[in-house]
């Protein structure tokens, strides 16, 4: 049995549209590659490009890419060791192949990888911090590995900061039983253009928690894949992603059901304010004729602040057996509710402050499921952050009343 | 005394053809301490006389005055009239999501008083008003107005009444969705906010079965935008045998 589902482009400017649009095929058919030649540099209207600002991700479409743009610093967890190692180890390249250009190149340009191993057994005192900071304009690439070895548990935090075009390649490796956890921020200043392909391989009841986080940057574009290799594993994908002005934020994730008795939840939030805003989530699950007993679900939410901005959200569920435990998919995109500003504000609450609370609200139980508390309150801090920032633009050009 | 002051006020509605008149010129006192019935048929404007007074933004208002204790209410913000006093429980109050009860009525409490709430007593005095109205303590944890159905919603409606201690309180249609008990439990709240604070209370309804409970000191007759008789507590059976009639056949001509 096969059976393909597509919810593309809810729009919310102005009304809630629900068109749709036939998927290019299987996610299955799709084409990985660590040759370059294979993928060639996207015309933009392919599948995978199909909402992407081509122009502005340019630089990283071009092979032979350098690192002096961005640097790479790691504060361990006392369990958890750190190797800067050449393209060459051996390891590197386990976690699946690029899927598309910005990673093929990413994959192409690095000299040097960071790896961070959780050995086997350790459980991390502490949260391991991946530090990546943009220090110059050169477009860039960056290879990380993290990998958490049998029945190891551990958190690694990646975090973006400064101005950089980088392309980057985050290969996730679960060995069997282990329990880890990756957050990565992209918290990038105005003007970085980043592409990141996450890459992610679980092994036998093997867990994965993956978080991703964006705020800050022009064009942030995000592909996490998680493969699951042997029965029992487990993946949660949590994004959450906040959208001003002229910002373009993609989160394009893949879970390739390729085993029985597997378990994923996908849960993206985002919102979006200020006009040229422009979200896209795209959500494809793969179930594949041999999965089954797979239980799955993913969900995309978007709060529309303000006129003018923009979010695509399209889940995407291919099944190919009959025997799963459980598949579902949701997206919805709302208007910022104008009923509630006033209801807020009829119990004196002023304007600022009600619509804190409603955003807030909108990501709460989020936040708490990333179960990691040092990020979590940067999350809340950068979320009143984004807010503040922003309020001038919300009052300039107030959302209108949802038609009942 | 604090008195709410209506005069000669009208309203428009936006609405994609334009604006459309709903109100047509009310007249209304209140002064603390009283309460005052506002009965009349659907579609009469009794929620655009109480959206209008909170200043919802879909409403404006075109002429007419209305002060709060020599205030000009007209001039402040949805949020200033809060904190000035007025209290509107809602017909249809509004879910927020993600934001609980507990969070919410302490935000707005400080907002209100302009100060946060004594940590100690204020769990103390949630937790008692939530027991007189019946309302388990998991709604403390829960979404504001999510799930809740008609009646719990109402109920809170009378939660915040009681714990914001306004000076004027706005009920538009508190009493209906509501069981018997209910009916009572609420009008228990009401009467319990009229003892401690003296407040004066608006109250919309199309029943008399709530004035059972809560003794109005004047009814007025809202029709087609404007007070078409006012009387004692005795104009409110009177309505409730010989219905609107005799007032809708003159408002239709004089419209
Ligand atoms: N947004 C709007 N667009 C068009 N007409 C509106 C709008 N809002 C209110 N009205 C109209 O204004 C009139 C008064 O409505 P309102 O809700 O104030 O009546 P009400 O007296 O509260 O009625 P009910 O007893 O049914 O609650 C109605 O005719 C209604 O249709
Ligand atoms: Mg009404």
New interface residues.
Partial sequence: MTLTTDHSRAVADGAHSHGAVKPEGSRAERRTSFSLDDIPVPHGREEEWRFSPADRLQPLFQAGLGASGITVQVTPAPEVTVETVGRDDARLGTAGKPGDRTAVTAWNAFEQATVVTVPAEAVATGVTSVRIDGVAEDASAAHVLVRAERHSQAVVVLDHAGDATLTETVEIVVEDGAHLTVVSVQDWADGAVHASSHRARLGRDAKLKHVVVTFGGDVVRITPDAEFTATGGEVEMVGLYFADTDQHQEHRLFVDHAVPDCRSRVTYKGALQGSGAHTVWVGDVLIRANAENTDTYELNRNLVLTDGARADSVPNLEIETGEIAGAGHASATGRF????L??????????I??RR??V??????LIHEIGVPEVEERLLASIEAELEKSMSVITGAPAE?PTA | MPTLEIRDLHVSVETKEGPKPILRGVDLTIASGETHAIMGPNGSGKSTLASALAGHPKYTVTSGTVTLDGEDLLAMTVDERARAGLFLAMQYPVEVSGVSVANFLRTAKTAIDGQAPALRTWGKEVRGAMENLRMDPAFAERSVNEGFSGGEKKRHEILQMELFKPRFAILDETDSGLDVDALRIVSEGVNRAKENTEVGVLLITHYTRILRYIKPDFVHVFVDGKIAEEGGPELADRLEEEGYDKYVGAGAVSA
């Fill in positions: 509710d104008d009923e509630q006033f209801y807020l504000q009829a119990r004196g609450i002023p304007e402050e009600a609370l409603v807030r609200g909108f990501f709460a139980e009343a």
